[in-house]
């Protein structure tokens, strides 16, 4: 059986499916018997999927504008570098 | 701020920009510079978080990019390749810039007794899960902001693996780390932006 210790060293491969079969049953028996790091579970893949989703805009992609004043200055840059 | 909307390059369209940015051609520069500047700016200022400097990093990136044209391989997308340079030059600007101190990650990690068990585990599950919360608009600033509030080594790694999506191999090549190390920093980064996000989420729910 493993501790609550080694339950949360192994989470981030467990979800990533990168744990052997015998540490993945082992993982899953301490989840069932131990709720509270089922909750722990859930919340750290809720914070996974809220951080990935951040700069995701749901009504589709954000619109990908470039300040004038920017491209102006990059291109007289590039003048400047030849 | 006059802004510029951008016009997308097909990827059938991009041999024939690079051709003409190959040959010099002025507004094949232009081109690529309305077409991705945004998106490569969003990226600075993800990582930057100032908008002067953010700025700074897509020039440095764009003339990087222009001088280093020749030997684009078109292995990958030019949207791909772009990115990845604005990541190095944000990088490149956060690591020459003298920062604060950072604050210690072991605060907010669980703390383990002696036999193994969480000092302090949670009691319940969040009050919403994170489907319900994204369905609201206010949720994304808020955990932008918990995620700035993540110590600096750690909220790089977090911004690189789960928001720019780039592997662990090219974050551990990008930050001079090893792959294990990238892995366990994002890991300890979750954990903590968790320990964030919890004070929240407690209670009964709405």
Redesign the interface.
């Given at each position: 059986m493993i501790t609550c210790r080694e339950f949360v060293d192994f989470m981030m491969q467990y979800l990533d499916a990168e744990l052997p079969a015998d540490e993945r049953a082992e993982f899953e028996r301490h989840v069932s018997d131990c709720p509270p790091c089922g909750i722990y579970l859930e919340q750290y893949r809720d914070t996974v999927t809220l951080g990935k989703a951040v700069c995701r805009d749901p009504e589709g992609p954000v619109p990908e504008e470039v300040p004038e004043d920017l491209v102006s200055a990059i291109l007289a840059a590039r003048g400047g570098s030849d | 701020?006059?802004?510029?909307?951008?016009a997308a390059i097909a990827p059938e369209d991009e041999p024939k920009l690079l051709e003409a940015l190959r040959a010099g051609d002025?507004e094949a520069?232009?081109r690529l510079?309305?077409?991705?500047?945004?998106?490569m700016?969003?990226v600075t200022r993800?990582l930057l978080r100032d908008e002067e400097e953010a700025?700074d990093a897509?020039?440095d990136a764009?003339?990087s990019a222009?001088?280093s044209i020749d030997r684009f391989e078109g292995q990958s997308r030019l949207s791909t390749w772009l990115h990845r340079i604005a990541v190095n030059a944000a990088l490149m600007k956060l690591r020459s810039k003298k920062r604060k101190p950072e604050t210690s990650i072991e605060d907010l990690l669980?703390g383990?007794i002696e036999?193994?068990?969480?000092a302090e585990?949670?009691?319940?599950?969040?009050r919403e899960?994170?489907?319900a919360?994204?369905a609201r608009g206010e949720?994304?600033e808020w955990?932008?902001r918990r995620?700035d509030d993540l110590p600096e080594s750690h909220r790089t790694v977090?911004l690189l693996r789960?928001?720019e999506e780039l592997d662990t191999a090219e974050v551990a090549k990008l930050l001079d780390l090893s792959p294990g190390a990238v892995?366990t920093r994002?890991?300890r980064a979750?954990?903590a932006?968790?320990s964030l996000?919890?004070p929240d989420?407690q209670g009964e729910g709405a």
């Amino acid at each position: 059986m493993i501790t609550c210790r080694e339950f949360v060293d192994f989470m981030m491969q467990y979800l990533d499916a990168e744990l052997p079969a015998d540490e993945r049953a082992e993982f899953e028996r301490h989840v069932s018997d131990c709720p509270p790091c089922g909750i722990y579970l859930e919340q750290y893949r809720d914070t996974v999927t809220l951080g990935k989703a951040v700069c995701r805009d749901p009504e589709g992609p954000v619109p990908e504008e470039v300040p004038e004043d920017l491209v102006s200055a990059i291109l007289a840059a590039r003048g400047g570098s030849d | 701020m006059d802004l510029q909307p951008a016009a997308a390059i097909a990827p059938e369209d991009e041999p024939k920009l690079l051709e003409a940015l190959r040959a010099g051609d002025g507004e094949a520069y232009e081109r690529l510079v309305r077409s991705y500047g945004g998106r490569m700016l969003a990226v600075t200022r993800r990582l930057l978080r100032d908008e002067e400097e953010a700025r700074d990093a897509v020039q440095d990136a764009f003339l990087s990019a222009f001088r280093s044209i020749d030997r684009f391989e078109g292995q990958s997308r030019l949207s791909t390749w772009l990115h990845r340079i604005a990541v190095n030059a944000a990088l490149m600007k956060l690591r020459s810039k003298k920062r604060k101190p950072e604050t210690s990650i072991e605060d907010l990690l669980p703390g383990f007794i002696e036999d193994g068990h969480m000092a302090e585990p949670p009691e319940a599950p969040w009050r919403e899960g994170a489907d319900a919360l994204l369905a609201r608009g206010e949720t994304r600033e808020w955990v932008r902001r918990r995620i700035d509030d993540l110590p600096e080594s750690h909220r790089t790694v977090l911004l690189l693996r789960d928001i720019e999506e780039l592997d662990t191999a090219e974050v551990a090549k990008l930050l001079d780390l090893s792959p294990g190390a990238v892995k366990t920093r994002l890991h300890r980064a979750r954990q903590a932006l968790r320990s964030l996000l919890d004070p929240d989420l407690q209670g009964e729910g709405a």
